[in-house]
Each structure stands twice: as structure tokens, then as C-alpha cells.
């Protein structure tokens, strides 16, 4: 039986949770708590703000050295957009590159299929998976199986993997809070408006599709005291 008393009734929005943001002094501390390539991962992962989906599909050609960009493509809701490359990353990625091409190669020697593409594009040119734009940026070290069609191939490196290299990381450094992939998306952000980027362009290079998403991090940046003096200090 329903009661006129409630027939009007609107259920309460649930509040967005504040995400945990680290200090860039702490996100050094964790990227010197790793090495090699899961370092280089990290770096990048925060320098760009990028979701650990959006980097571990990144391709060759994704990643423009020259211009110091970043295309992401098929990110959140399918959409694209890009971001981009700090200088200091540059002669690292640019080493990685080469390390990759000579992977790639290999691959190519070996016979092996291509990379997976797109379904439609794999449609179109069933060859193309096997040009080295298309070449993940972060391969997987061993070949796996396609559970959709049996082809035993190189993908690129699994989330369980990397997430693995980032909390012990997070083990190594010691820190006292709970900090995941995502942390550095959320760092990156918050880092940037509180240098004075503004909200609209933060929107974009995180891809947020709603500007409210975004501001989110307006919060986070005074919750972790960036660029804010506590009252504290001057008595």
C-alpha cells in the first residue's frame, strides 16, 4: 500500500569519496622504490594521469616523442584524447623504444602473429597487427594465448602484474597510507590545479566527461594542504 506521506520522497545523492592523493615528495619516493621498466610505467603513469588501462593498452605509435604527446585512444566510454610527455621522461622512453624494436624484431624472425587490434581494424587489415606502430609500448615478457581465438601471441603486460610491482613498491617505501595505481592518477591531478593549472584543462587530460568529476580534486588539493599555509605555522 503506498503512503502519500513518501510519494513525493527523493532518494539522498551519495557523496563521492575523497581519494587518497600523495605529495610529490612521496610520489619520488615511490618511484625510487622501483626500477627498470615498472619504473619507467610509473613515471608515466602520473606524469600523463593516465588510467592503468589507458597505459597498458598504449601502442608505438601512441607515444610521440617528438611532440611530447601522448594519444589515448578508446579510453573511458571509448573516447580519445591526449596528454603529455614530460621532457626528463623523454630519453628514457626513447631507450625503451629501441629495446622494443629489437623485441619486435624478434617476434617478426620467429614467425609469431601480430598483435591484437581493434576488432574492426583486425577485420579490415588482418595484417596490420604486425607493423611496429602497432607494437605495444609495454609488452608482455612471455607469449600467451587468445582465449577468444587460440592464438598464442604477444600481449601487452597484465594489470595483476603491474599492480603487483606498485604495492611492493609501496611496501618498500613505507608509506602509511593506502596508495594504488590510481593514486598517481589522483595525485596528478590535484598536483596540477594546485600549481594553478585550470579546472577546464585538467577536465581534458583526464578525460572526465563531466567538469563535477574533475572537481573532485579541488578538494583533495586543499584536504592535503597543497599550496595552503596552515594557521598553524604563524603562531
Given at each position: 500500500?503506498?503512503d502519500p506521506?513518501f510519494?513525493?520522497f ?13 605529495t610529490?615528495?612521496?610520489?619520488k619516493r615511490?618511484?625510487d622504490a622501483?626500477?627498470?621498466t615498472?619504473r619507467?610505467?610509473?613515471q608515466?603513469?602520473y606524469?600523463a ?9 598504449l601502442?608505438v605509435?601512441?607515444?610521440?616523442l617528438?611532440?611530447?604527446?601522448l594519444?589515448?585512444?578508446?579510453g573511458k566510454g571509448?573516447?580519445?584524447?591526449y ?12 631507450e625503451?623504444?629501441?629495446?622494443l624494436?629489437?623485441?619486435y624484431?624478434?617476434?617478426?624472425e620467429a614467425g ?5 587490434l ?6 579490415k587489415w588482418?595484417k ?8 605495444w609500448?609495454w609488452p608482455?615478457r612471455?607469449?600467451?594465448r ?9 600481449h ?5 602484474t603491474?599492480?603487483k610491482?606498485?604495492?611492493?613498491a609501496?611496501e618498500?617505501?613505507?608509506?602509511d597510507?593506502r ?25 581534458d587530460?583526464?578525460g572526465?566527461?563531466d567538469i563535477?568529476?574533475t572537481?573532485?580534486?579541488?578538494h583533495t588539493?586543499k ?6 599555509r596552515s ?5
Amino acid at each position: 500500500m503506498n503512503d502519500p506521506v513518501f510519494n513525493n520522497f527523493t532518494r539522498a545523492r551519495r557523496g563521492r569519496k575523497v581519494p587518497t592523493v600523495l605529495t610529490q615528495e612521496e610520489c619520488k619516493r615511490l618511484f625510487d622504490a622501483m626500477d627498470g621498466t615498472y619504473r619507467l610505467m610509473t613515471q608515466l603513469m602520473y606524469a600523463a594521469g593516465l588510467r592503468l588501462t589507458e597505459l597498458l593498452r598504449l601502442r608505438v605509435q601512441d607515444v610521440d616523442l617528438e611532440r611530447r604527446q601522448l594519444s589515448i585512444q578508446f579510453g573511458k566510454g571509448g573516447k580519445s584524447r591526449y596528454s603529455m610527455i614530460p621532457d626528463k621522461l623523454v630519453p628514457l622512453l626513447t631507450e625503451h623504444r629501441e629495446r622494443l624494436r629489437e623485441l619486435y624484431k624478434r617476434d617478426r624472425e620467429a614467425g609469431l602473429p601480430g598483435v591484437e587490434l581493434p576488432e574492426a581494424l583486425e577485420r579490415k587489415w588482418p595484417k596490420a597487427g604486425e607493423k611496429f606502430v602497432w607494437f605495444w609500448f609495454w609488452p608482455s615478457r612471455n607469449l600467451m594465448r587468445d582465449h577468444c581465438n587460440g592464438i598464442v601471441r604477444r600481449h601487452h603486460l597484465l594489470d595483476v602484474t603491474f599492480q603487483k610491482a606498485i604495492k611492493e613498491a609501496v611496501e618498500k617505501a613505507g608509506f602509511d597510507k593506502r596508495v594504488s595505481s590510481h593514486t598517481l592518477r589522483h595525485s596528478f591531478a590535484t598536483h596540477l590545479l594546485a600549481s594553478g593549472t585550470g579546472i577546464r584543462d585538467v577536465q581534458d587530460l583526464l578525460g572526465h566527461a563531466d567538469i563535477s568529476t574533475t572537481e573532485i580534486y579541488l578538494h583533495t588539493a586543499k584536504y592535503a594542504g597543497v599550496g595552503i599555509r596552515s594557521p598553524f605555522d604563524v603562531l
